[in-house]
């Protein structure tokens, strides 16, 4: 890394030699297309960047209307997904080899790993079938490594290596497309009849094995997803942005009904609009600062970054791009809420399953606001094994200084939620919505302690 001034630049990783811009121009040509501004016409939007480094890629692919998640595993220094945050690109904690990641079958249209850390050729591909898991049919797994190089194919060892993953990839119907240098690009079939084509391992799962129940299962090393009314390939998917806006038949996949997914981004839009003019200029202005202070210096964006607790159907994230805000959101659906994560995912957002009295799988300080509708009411209902003051803490941990809280629920929760707030030291402030509503916006702020 390079201090310039008061700005950070950062090199690309080690296997881009020629730079990113090369290396994503190298990805489009292996796929078929002119040059990565192609992607998003090929169906690619989500991406899966499995130990990604400085987040170069994730950065380069933002840029052309790209969403790529970074994971990676917890490292105590030097971190990886605390960069790639840092930077303002998604990134979350998380180990790609121990169980299946929190994301929901056939959620990503290209996975991509640049000398990772997995050895693929083990424990009988199993790796290789939760990528296939994550890819939509016709999705593509880009790998880039030196094993499979000519030099190093002089040894008999990463010979025997690369015919294992080269057999393990055409037994999960996956075509290469392309081979250059140290990268390869395969394509997974869009055609279900592939499998029953197939003579050898992986086997397909059991009609019983539920798809949409991703979280913190053991990796599963059959073939799943096949029979989901979400197989559809990417190229037959509607582009971003018009992704985002899911019509009756796509909405009838997720069970949901048009009028309720009408009437949601309805409200959203409305409560985007009453946020910005209800709250302080301090959290959306474009050149925000505080009084007595001189102008800012550049990115003038103070939000960057939005973690929703309580997502739903993702409609706070598509009110905010269609408002014109330049954030991202981390779409969060806990594991007590109906699960709309497939939903999410197909809207061409990110998002991830989690329990709320867990630990969140991010650094600490690393979001800018965190926003909860509805949250409090759905812990009420259940019998949890945490408090509120547990949650909240959670929440304190993972905001960075001087970052927003956003709380809508109804009055007496909210009051509650109050003087929890006040526990924490944040500034908190109660808003009224809607005179004939119950509702209520808590906003708080958590404050910059200075030793």
Same mark, same amino acid.
């Given at each position: 890394?390079?201090?310039?001034?008061?700005?950070?630049?950062?090199?690309?990783?080690?296997?881009?030699?020629?730079?990113?811009?090369?290396?994503?121009?190298?990805?489009?040509?292996?796929?078929?297309?002119?040059?990565?501004?192609?992607?998003?016409?090929?169906?690619?939007?989500?991406?899966?960047?499995?130990?990604?480094?400085?987040?170069?890629?994730?950065?380069?692919?933002? @840029?052309?209307?790209?969403?790529?998640?970074?994971?990676?595993? &917890?490292?105590?220094?030097?971190?990886?997904?605390?960069?790639?945050?840092?930077?303002?690109?998604?990134?979350?904690?998380?180990?790609?080899?121990?169980?299946?990641?929190?994301?929901? &079958?056939?959620?990503?249209?290209?996975?991509? $790993?640049?000398?990772?850390?997995?050895?693929?050729?083990?424990?009988?591909?199993?790796? !290789?079938? @939760?990528?296939?898991?994550?890819?939509?049919?016709?999705? &593509?797994?880009?790998?880039?490594?030196? +094993?499979?190089?000519?030099?190093?194919?002089?040894?008999?060892?990463?010979?025997?290596?690369?015919?294992?993953?080269?057999?393990?990839?055409?037994?999960? $119907?996956?075509?290469? +497309?392309?081979?250059?240098?140290?990268?390869?690009?395969?394509?997974?079939?869009?055609?279900?009849?592939? &499998? %029953? *084509?197939?003579?050898?391992?992986p086997v397909l799962c059991a009609r019983s094995h539920d798809p949409e129940l991703p979280y913190y299962k053991p990796l599963n090393p059959c073939i799943a997803g096949t029979r989901s009314k979400r197989w559809i390939p990417i190229e037959h998917r509607t582009t971003w942005p018009s992704?985002?806006?899911?019509?009756?038949?796509?909405?009838?996949?997720?069970?949901?009904?048009?009028? #309720?997914?009408?009437?949601?981004?309805?409200?959203?839009? *409305?409560?985007?609009?009453?946020?910005?003019? !209800?709250?302080?200029?301090?959290?959306?202005?474009?050149?925000?600062?505080?009084?007595?202070?001189? @102008?800012?210096?550049?990115?003038?964006?103070?939000?960057?970054?939005?973690?929703?607790?309580?997502?739903?159907?993702?409609?706070?994230?598509?009110?905010?791009?269609?408002?014109?805000?330049?954030?991202? #959101?981390?779409? #969060? #659906?806990?594991?007590?809420?109906?699960?709309? +994560?497939?939903?999410?995912?197909?809207?061409?957002?990110?998002?991830?399953?989690?329990?709320?009295?867990?630990?969140?799988?991010?650094?600490?300080?690393?979001?800018?606001?965190?926003?909860?509708?509805?949250?409090?009411?759905?812990?009420?209902?259940?019998?949890?094994? $945490?408090?509120?003051?547990?949650?909240? !803490? @959670?929440?304190?941990?993972? !905001?960075?200084?001087?970052?927003?809280?956003?709380?809508?629920?109804?009055?007496?929760?909210?009051?509650?939620?109050? %003087?929890?707030?006040?526990?924490?030291?944040?500034?908190?402030?109660?808003?009224?919505?809607?005179?004939?509503?119950?509702?209520?916006?808590?906003?708080?702020?958590?404050?910059?302690?200075?030793?």
């Amino acid at each position: 890394m390079m201090v310039e001034e008061d700005q950070i630049s950062f090199p690309s990783d080690a296997h881009m030699s020629d730079g990113v811009e090369d290396y994503a121009h190298q990805i489009a040509e292996m796929i078929g297309l002119r040059n990565e501004f192609n992607f998003n016409e090929a169906g690619v939007r989500t991406v899966l960047d499995i130990e990604c480094g400085f987040g170069t890629m994730g950065a380069h692919l933002f @840029e052309r209307d790209l969403l790529t998640m970074c994971i990676a595993n &917890y490292e105590a220094s030097g971190s990886q997904v605390q960069i790639t945050l840092e930077r303002g690109i998604p990134a979350l904690i998380g180990s790609f080899a121990s169980k299946q990641l929190p994301y929901p &079958y056939l959620s990503f249209d290209m996975v991509h $790993c640049a000398r990772c850390n997995i050895e693929w050729d083990k424990n009988d591909g199993i790796f !290789l079938v @939760e990528v296939d898991r994550l890819l939509r049919p016709g999705g &593509y797994f880009v790998w880039t490594s030196s +094993l499979h190089t000519h030099r190093a194919l002089r040894d008999k060892e990463n010979q025997k290596k690369w015919a294992t993953i080269r057999d393990l990839a055409n037994n999960l $119907c996956w075509e290469i +497309l392309s081979q250059q240098e140290e990268t390869i690009v395969w394509k997974k079939t869009n055609k279900r009849d592939c &499998y %029953s *084509s197939r003579k050898s391992e992986p086997v397909l799962c059991a009609r019983s094995h539920d798809p949409e129940l991703p979280y913190y299962k053991p990796l599963n090393p059959c073939i799943a997803g096949t029979r989901s009314k979400r197989w559809i390939p990417i190229e037959h998917r509607t582009t971003w942005p018009s992704q985002a806006r899911l019509n009756s038949t796509e909405l009838d996949i997720h069970g949901v009904n048009s009028e #309720v997914f009408g009437e949601d981004t309805s409200t959203w839009d *409305s409560m985007v609009r009453n946020y910005w003019s !209800l709250l302080s200029p301090l959290i959306f202005s474009d050149h925000p600062k505080r009084p007595g202070d001189e @102008e800012p210096h550049p990115p003038f964006n103070m939000l960057r970054n939005v973690l929703d607790m309580n997502a739903h159907f993702g409609g706070f994230n598509a009110a905010l791009l269609k408002s014109g805000k330049s954030v991202w #959101v981390m779409n #969060v #659906v806990p594991t007590n809420a109906p699960n709309y +994560l497939p939903l999410i995912f197909d809207r061409g957002f990110i998002g991830v399953q989690h329990d709320w009295c867990e630990a969140f799988p991010t650094y600490p300080r690393t979001y800018d606001m965190v926003h909860a509708d509805g949250f409090l009411s759905l812990e009420k209902r259940q019998k949890r094994r $945490c408090s509120t003051l547990d949650i909240f !803490l @959670e929440v304190d941990r993972i !905001l960075r200084p001087e970052g927003w809280i956003i709380i809508r629920d109804t009055a007496p929760l909210i009051e509650a939620a109050r %003087s929890v707030a006040a526990q924490l030291r944040w500034d908190a402030r109660i808003l009224d919505l809607d005179i004939a509503s119950d509702e209520k916006l808590l906003v708080c702020q958590k404050p910059f302690l200075k030793k």
